[in-house]
């Protein structure tokens, strides 16, 4: 190596260096990351205690590589190379074999005995009130699109919880949500970035529910409307994907005269089926509703039609437009906010019946569900 | 501090080298034990008081045995040494061996050890086993004994070698502590060396990590044959890329501060004989463990007895060293029980044979060691091996065996080059201009895809936040 040679490897190594210290000083802290979303760290504070607890250190090593520059860049570079080293999964993350398109989050089985604490808390539901309680449980993407799992792929089955759940409803009544997803698991069912379900697959599992419930389906004969074709969900998110094409959106069911009264912070607010505001941003989805909130109460003007109380996920927020057609008034409850008991609440509000409706992978592992007996 | 994150990479390296090139020559020791010292206390804070204590006392008994020996007082000096040594086994053994004595003692019932809960400081298993063989050097004459307690400090400290060696001993770097020159010749060779490290620690080590942390945490019915043996040979690639990539970021580090030190690694998993393979890995160990066990205790100048004796106290003091758990002792054993089967047994008839013969024996035999080296737990351990001998009807293999083994074939072939000379020989057989052109465009490459996967190491997306 000659001595000018030797300096231009010295220099290129020192610059590469030196332009991400340069960077990393200059560019100003991120509050936060839509691509993770979550709140970044922040330079922690210097003290002589945070120093000798070790806490400065362990925050600054956090600060560091969550400034870091080209931070969203990087994380889509590893991904590419784990993509090209032959790898079907990136951070816990599986790839579809319809050439990576469809990403498939991690899902562990639940034992047996965790799953039965869990329906022993529905039943309870059921015993506590007297109006008729409907239980179902939304299967998963590698459920429903198994075929499109990587051959092998170290996945838990959802089968066996399923199972269980169907063969555990003493008080109240299964309704079941695998089959009519699977009969149509050539459609576009799932978003392929995201672990939710797309209005299609609500409107086929708002069929299905209807019919265990006795009421009678409206049949959609018009044509849904695109809302969004850059939706990147919270699969893609965590795999890093940057070549996975995003996903569609689209609105079914008109607002009309429904009115929605939202509970974001506990007290009463007028909402939306449909909030706009947030298709131009990175979680899309909260489209639908407006995103978590604890409570919402939809009024739906329909005289003659019972009203509903539904113990719900999030995938429930793209179901609620079509159950507009068959309610009078929809109470959308989430047991992580709220402390209340089930019993009153259905008494207090002339609930004529409930429906709890979890994704498999959320009743599995939400650890709120004892709130169902209160 | 570790060197594969982004603060070390993009902050304290370049921060480093910046102070320590600006700094005067007479001063450049001093900084380096400066930010050495910040090194070890970022991430070990207080304990770093245990390494002034070991930097001080063997700083003393150096000059104490020097003195002794410079007034002809032998017996002096070797009162010196052997509380240069108790001191630091004593350190050693408090530190890192205290809870496991104890709660073994009291699995037998046995309660007069209370189990404290001692936290392992970090690297002490290196530099106590340095400043040892400091005293022991000066007092055989090996060396003289460093004057200024800064230098001494700068030897103990040094950073890139730190945490995880090479186990560098006083006598080969003491002349290069005392001065040395900074070439760019050097710098760029160093950066290249450190390079390799890096991406063969992020880029295989952590990944092959991946695949071996799946078949540990599989219960035994989960495991087949094949999937057991894909499992260790991925942790045989992790141990080797993890350890020697901190070797080669160890001397890459050094040679960009003008420091060379000796190999440690030299292409173990070619080795046709388990003899061979101990020659091979983790060389600063062995040869300390030579210089200052094995020949003090009599080596093999002695009777037959007394020798095959003295190798199996330098084995299972070399299986001990790993870790202050059982099975590392027995790991140590089962190379004691090799070594000597192919020094007295078959040894002789091996080498006769064709050499695929040996490299299949020796790595069969070396990954049936990392499975006891990796699994603590005996019950896990007996289920592990049974399952890779075949042993209680379990099945050959399954579809997650096929989808591990589809996701990183393209992965282990690497590093089963990597493993070998061949990729270190393509490079040289490379004309100067090819190369000359070939070597940035790698070097950036290298420091992209390195970053990117350090930056990912804390990819932390939530995703909970809506169900």
């Given at each position: 190596?000659?001595?000018?040679?030797?300096?231009?490897?010295?220099?290129?190594?020192?610059?590469?260096?030196?332009?991400?210290?340069?960077?990393?000083?200059?560019?100003?802290?991120?509050?936060?990351?839509?691509?993770?979303?979550?709140?970044?760290?922040?330079?922690?504070?210097?003290?002589?205690?945070?120093?000798?607890?070790?806490?400065?250190?362990?925050?600054?090593?956090?600060?560091?590589?969550?400034?870091?520059?080209?931070?969203?860049?990087?994380?889509?570079?590893?991904?590419?190379?784990?993509?090209?080293?032959?790898?079907?999964?990136?951070?816990?993350?599986?790839?579809?074999?319809?050439?990576?398109?469809?990403?498939?989050?991690?899902?562990?089985?639940?034992?047996?005995?965790?799953?039965?604490?869990?329906?022993?808390?529905?039943?309870?539901?059921?015993?506590?009130?007297?109006?008729?309680?409907?239980?179902?449980?939304?299967?998963?993407?590698?459920?429903?699109?198994?075929?499109?799992?990587?051959?092998?792929?170290?996945?838990?089955?959802?089968?066996?919880?399923?199972?269980?759940?169907?063969?555990?409803?003493?008080?109240?009544?299964?309704?079941?949500?695998?089959?009519?997803?699977?009969?149509?698991?050539?459609?576009?069912?799932?978003?392929?970035?995201?672990?939710?379900?797309?209005?299609?697959?609500?409107?086929?599992?708002?069929?299905?529910?209807?019919?265990?419930?006795?009421?009678?389906?409206?049949?959609?004969?018009?044509?849904?409307?695109?809302?969004?074709?850059?939706?990147?969900?919270?699969?893609?998110?965590?795999?890093?994907?940057?070549?996975?094409?995003?996903?569609?959106?689209?609105?079914?069911?008109?607002?009309?005269?429904?009115?929605?009264?939202?509970?974001?912070?506990?007290?009463?607010?007028?909402?939306?089926?449909?909030?706009?505001?947030?298709?131009?941003?990175?979680?899309?989805?909260?489209?639908?509703?407006?995103?978590?909130?604890?409570?919402?109460?939809?009024?739906?003007?329909?005289?003659?039609?019972?009203?509903?109380?539904?113990?719900?996920?999030?995938?429930?927020?793209?179901?609620?437009?079509?159950?507009?057609?068959?309610?009078?008034?929809?109470?959308?409850?989430?047991?992580?906010?709220?402390?209340?008991?089930?019993?009153?609440?259905?008494?207090?509000?002339?609930?004529?019946?409930?429906?709890?409706?979890?994704?498999?992978?959320?009743?599995?592992?939400?650890?709120?569900?004892?709130?169902?007996?209160? | 501090?570790?060197?594969?994150?982004?603060?070390?990479?993009?902050?304290?390296?370049?921060?480093?080298?910046?102070?320590?090139?600006?700094?005067?020559?007479?001063?450049?020791?001093?900084?380096?034990l400066a930010v050495s010292l910040l090194f070890y206390y970022w991430g070990e804070r207080i304990y770093v008081l245990i390494m002034f204590a070991s930097t001080v006392?063997?700083?003393?008994?150096?000059?104490?045995?020097?003195?002794?020996?410079?007034?002809?007082?032998?017996?002096?000096?070797?009162?010196?040494?052997?509380?240069?040594?108790?001191?630091?086994?004593?350190?050693?053994?408090?530190?890192?061996?205290?809870?496991?004595?104890?709660?073994?003692?009291?699995?037998?019932?046995?309660?007069?050890?209370?189990?404290?809960?001692?936290?392992?400081?970090?690297?002490?298993?290196?530099?106590?086993?340095?400043?040892?063989?400091?005293?022991?050097?000066?007092?055989?004459?090996?060396?003289?004994?460093?004057?200024?307690?800064?230098?001494?400090?700068?030897?103990?400290?040094?950073?890139?070698?730190?945490?995880?060696?090479?186990?560098?001993?006083?006598?080969?770097?003491?002349?290069?502590?005392?001065?040395?020159?900074?070439?760019?010749?050097?710098?760029?060779?160093?950066?290249?060396?450190?390079?390799?490290?890096?991406?063969?620690?992020?880029?295989?080590?952590?990944?092959?990590?991946?695949?071996?942390?799946?078949?540990?945490?599989?219960?035994?019915?989960?495991?087949?044959?094949?999937?057991?043996?894909?499992?260790?040979?991925?942790?045989?690639?992790?141990?080797?890329?993890?350890?020697?990539?901190?070797?080669?970021?160890?001397?890459?580090?050094?040679?960009?501060?003008?420091?060379?030190?000796?190999?440690?690694?030299?292409?173990?998993?070619?080795?046709?004989?388990?003899?061979?393979?101990?020659?091979?890995?983790?060389?600063?160990?062995?040869?300390?463990?030579?210089?200052?066990?094995?020949?003090?205790?009599?080596?093999?100048?002695?009777?037959?007895?007394?020798?095959?004796?003295?190798?199996?106290?330098?084995?299972?003091?070399?299986?001990?060293?790993?870790?202050?758990?059982?099975?590392?002792?027995?790991?140590?054993?089962?190379?004691?029980?090799?070594?000597?089967?192919?020094?007295?047994?078959?040894?002789?008839?091996?080498?006769?044979?064709?050499?695929?013969?040996?490299?299949?024996?020796?790595?069969?035999?070396?990954?049936?060691?990392?499975?006891?080296?990796?699994?603590?737990?005996?019950?896990?351990?007996?289920?592990?091996?049974?399952?890779?001998?075949?042993?209680?009807?379990?099945?050959?293999?399954?579809?997650?065996?096929?989808?591990?083994?589809?996701?990183?074939?393209?992965?282990?072939?690497?590093?089963?080059?990597?493993?070998?000379?061949?990729?270190?020989?393509?490079?040289?057989?490379?004309?100067?201009?090819?190369?000359?052109?070939?070597?940035?465009?790698?070097?950036?490459?290298?420091?992209?895809?390195?970053?990117?996967?350090?930056?990912?190491?804390?990819?932390?997306?939530?995703?909970?936040?809506?169900?």
């Amino acid at each position: 190596m000659s001595k000018g040679y030797a300096r231009f490897i010295t220099a290129l190594f020192c610059l590469f260096l030196a332009a991400f210290l340069a960077a990393n000083l200059l560019l100003p802290d991120r509050q936060f990351s839509p691509q993770e979303n979550r709140y970044l760290t922040q330079m922690p504070e210097l003290s002589l205690e945070s120093v000798t607890n070790g806490e400065f250190m362990e925050d600054f090593e956090e600060y560091h590589s969550d400034q870091f520059a080209g931070r969203d860049f990087w994380i889509g570079l590893k991904a590419w190379c784990e993509r090209l080293t032959g790898k079907q999964e990136n951070n816990g993350v599986y790839f579809g074999t319809d050439g990576a398109q469809t990403l498939f989050a991690q899902f562990t089985a639940p034992s047996q005995e965790d799953m039965a604490q869990r329906l022993a808390y529905v039943n309870a539901l059921g015993e506590n009130v007297d109006v008729p309680v409907y239980f179902s449980l939304i299967p998963g993407k590698n459920t429903v699109w198994a075929d499109r799992l990587p051959q092998g792929a170290p996945l838990a089955d959802e089968s066996g919880a399923l199972e269980q759940a169907m063969g555990s409803c003493v008080s109240v009544e299964w309704l079941d949500l695998v089959t009519p997803l699977l009969d149509r698991q050539d459609e576009y069912v799932f978003y392929r970035t995201d672990h939710h379900w797309t209005s299609l697959g609500a409107y086929y599992g708002y069929l299905a529910l209807m019919e265990g419930m006795g009421l009678a389906p409206v049949e959609f004969t018009g044509t849904p409307e695109l809302v969004s074709d850059s939706f990147l969900g919270t699969t893609y998110s965590s795999a890093g994907a940057k070549w996975v094409q995003p996903d569609e959106m689209y609105r079914w069911i008109d607002q009309g005269d429904v009115k929605v009264t939202s509970y974001f912070t506990g007290m009463p607010e007028e909402g939306s089926l449909y909030v706009d505001s947030y298709l131009s941003e990175k979680d899309k989805y909260s489209y639908f509703l407006g995103g978590n909130q604890p409570l919402c109460v939809i009024d739906t003007g329909l005289e003659d039609a019972p009203s509903v109380l539904v113990v719900r996920d999030s995938y429930t927020d793209s179901l609620a437009p079509f159950l507009t057609q068959n309610f009078s008034q929809i109470h959308l409850y989430d047991l992580r906010y709220n402390n209340m008991s089930l019993k009153d609440y259905v008494r207090d509000n002339g609930i004529d019946m409930v429906l709890v409706l979890y994704s498999v992978s959320n009743f599995t592992t939400d650890a709120n569900l004892f709130k169902l007996g209160l | 501090m570790v060197f594969s994150t982004t603060y070390f990479l993009f902050l304290y390296l370049p921060v480093v080298l910046l102070v320590y090139y600006l700094a005067p020559l007479k001063l450049r020791n001093l900084a380096l034990l400066a930010v050495s010292l910040l090194f070890y206390y970022w991430g070990e804070r207080i304990y770093v008081l245990i390494m002034f204590a070991s930097t001080v006392i063997d700083y003393t008994h150096g000059m104490l045995v020097e003195r002794c020996k410079g007034k002809g007082n032998l017996r002096g000096a070797r009162m010196a040494v052997a509380s240069s040594i108790v001191f630091n086994l004593a350190l050693l053994g408090f530190f890192k061996y205290w809870d496991f004595i104890a709660g073994s003692l009291q699995a037998v019932g046995l309660t007069f050890m209370p189990v404290l809960g001692v936290h392992l400081p970090i690297g002490i298993s290196f530099y106590t086993f340095q400043t040892m063989s400091y005293t022991i050097d000066v007092y055989r004459g090996d060396t003289r004994a460093q004057r200024s307690t800064i230098n001494f400090g700068t030897f103990v400290t040094l950073f890139p070698q730190l945490i995880a060696g090479p186990i560098i001993k006083y006598k080969d770097l003491g002349g290069q502590i005392d001065s040395r020159t900074c070439t760019a010749d050097k710098f760029a060779s160093g950066v290249q060396r450190f390079l390799v490290g890096l991406g063969k620690k992020l880029l295989i080590a952590n990944n092959v990590g991946m695949l071996w942390d799946a078949y540990k945490a599989m219960a035994p019915g989960e495991l087949t044959v094949a999937g057991a043996w894909l499992g260790v040979l991925a942790f045989t690639f992790q141990i080797y890329f993890d350890f020697s990539g901190y070797s080669d970021m160890a001397i890459g580090l050094g040679r960009m501060l003008g420091f060379e030190f000796l190999e440690n690694f030299n292409y173990p998993y070619i080795s046709k004989s388990v003899t061979e393979f101990w020659r091979r890995w983790h060389i600063s160990l062995s040869t300390w463990f030579r210089e200052y066990l094995y020949i003090p205790l009599g080596g093999n100048r002695c009777s037959k007895g007394r020798w095959v004796f003295n190798l199996l106290v330098v084995w299972a003091a070399t299986g001990i060293w790993h870790g202050a758990s059982w099975n590392f002792l027995i790991w140590g054993l089962y190379f004691f029980v090799l070594l000597m089967l192919e020094r007295l047994v078959w040894g002789k008839a091996l080498a006769r044979l064709p050499a695929a013969v040996g490299h299949v024996y020796t790595l069969a035999l070396v990954m049936v060691s990392w499975a006891i080296f990796a699994i603590e737990d005996f019950g896990q351990l007996g289920a592990y091996l049974k399952v890779m001998f075949g042993l209680g009807g379990v099945p050959l293999a399954d579809g997650a065996f096929g989808y591990y083994l589809r996701s990183y074939l393209p992965l282990l072939v690497i590093a089963a080059v990597g493993s070998t000379p061949l990729l270190s020989m393509a490079w040289r057989k490379l004309r100067a201009r090819p190369a000359a052109v070939a070597l940035p465009v790698l070097l950036l490459a290298g420091l992209m895809v390195c970053t990117a996967y350090v930056v990912d190491a804390t990819y932390n997306p939530f995703l909970y936040f809506r169900f």
